[in-house]
C-alpha cells in the first residue's frame, strides 16, 4: 500500500524560475492539500483539491497555483519565484469525506532558491 | 486570529528522561487537535484528540486535552534517541482547515 509519494524530492532554482512539483496521494484517498514548512516553522496552508477542483485556499499569492488529475495526483506550481519561497513543500492526502481525519504526509520537496 | 503556540521551542535531555510538550491554541471552534512526529522529512501521525480529558496512550507515549484551559500535553516517558524529532501540534478548525504550532524540537542525549 503505497504512501504519499512527491517528486522531486530536492529542486534548486533561481529566482524568477517557475516549478513544478508533483504528488501521488496515498492509495484510496481523493484529496490532496499542500503546504509550505519554512525552516523552523510549522507547515501553511497552501490549497487544497479535491474533484479536480480547488477547494481552499490559504494566504499565498497567485503566483501559487496547482492543479488535481483524474487519478488524484497532484501539481503545485510557483512561478516568479522569490528567495522567499525556498522551504520543504509538503502535500498531504486525505477522504474527503473524512475531513475531520488526520491527513498522511509525503516526504516532501526541499526547494532551494538561490 | 486563530493561533496554536507551542513550547517550549526546543528541549535537549537525556535518555530514559520523561519530557512534557505542550500545545496551547487560540481557536474560537474546533474540530479536533493532532500530534505528529517530523523527523527529517513526513510529518508523522501520532494522535488525535477530541474531547476534553480522556488521554490517548501508545508505548511510551501518551496525550490529554484540556478545552477548559485551551491546551494539550504529550508526555514521552523513559525516552530514547529515535525519539529525537519536531513534535508538531495542528487543530482541524471548523472550515477542515489544519492550524499548525511551529513545533518543539526535541533532543535526546544518550
Known amino acids: 500500500d503505497a504512501g504519499v509519494t512527491q517528486s522531486p524530492t530536492h529542486l534548486i532554482k533561481t529566482r524568477g524560475q517557475q516549478v513544478t512539483l508533483r504528488c501521488s496521494p496515498k492509495?484510496?484517498?481523493?484529496?490532496v492539500s499542500w503546504y509550505q514548512q519554512a525552516l523552523g516553522q510549522g507547515p501553511q496552508f497552501i490549497f487544497q483539491?479535491?474533484?479536480?477542483?480547488?477547494?481552499q485556499r490559504g494566504n499565498f499569492p497567485d503566483r501559487f497555483s496547482g492543479h488535481q488529475f483524474p487519478n488524484y495526483s497532484s501539481e503545485l506550481n510557483v512561478n516568479a519565484l522569490l528567495l522567499g519561497d525556498s522551504a520543504l513543500y509538503l502535500c498531504?492526502?486525505?477522504?474527503?469525506?473524512?475531513?475531520?481525519?488526520?491527513?498522511?504526509f509525503g516526504d516532501g520537496t526541499r526547494l532551494s532558491i538561490l | 486570529e486563530d493561533k496554536v503556540v507551542q513550547s517550549p521551542l526546543s528541549l535537549v535531555v537525556h535518555e530514559g528522561d520523561t519530557v512534557t510538550l505542550n500545545c496551547s491554541y487560540e481557536?474560537?471552534?474546533?474540530?479536533?487537535l493532532l500530534w505528529y512526529k517530523q523527523e527529517k522529512k513526513a510529518p508523522t501521525f501520532l494522535f488525535m484528540l477530541?474531547?476534553s480529558g480522556i488521554e490517548k496512550k501508545s508505548g511510551r507515549l501518551s496525550s490529554i486535552l484540556d478545552k477548559k484551559e485551551l491546551f494539550s500535553i504529550l508526555n514521552i516517558t523513559a525516552t530514547q534517541t529515535g525519539d529525537s524529532a519536531v513534535y508538531l501540534c495542528?487543530?482541524?478548525?471548523?472550515?477542515?482547515?489544519?492550524?499548525w504550532g511551529a513545533g518543539t524540537k526535541l533532543i535526546i542525549k544518550p
Open positions: 483539491y479535491y474533484e479536480e477542483e480547488e477547494r
Open positions: 477530541t474531547s
Open positions: 498531504a492526502s486525505s477522504l474527503y469525506a473524512g475531513k475531520n481525519q488526520p491527513q498522511h
Open positions: 492509495s484510496g484517498h481523493d484529496t
Open positions: 495542528a487543530l482541524i478548525d471548523s472550515n477542515y482547515q489544519l492550524i
Open positions: 481557536v474560537t471552534n474546533f474540530r479536533s
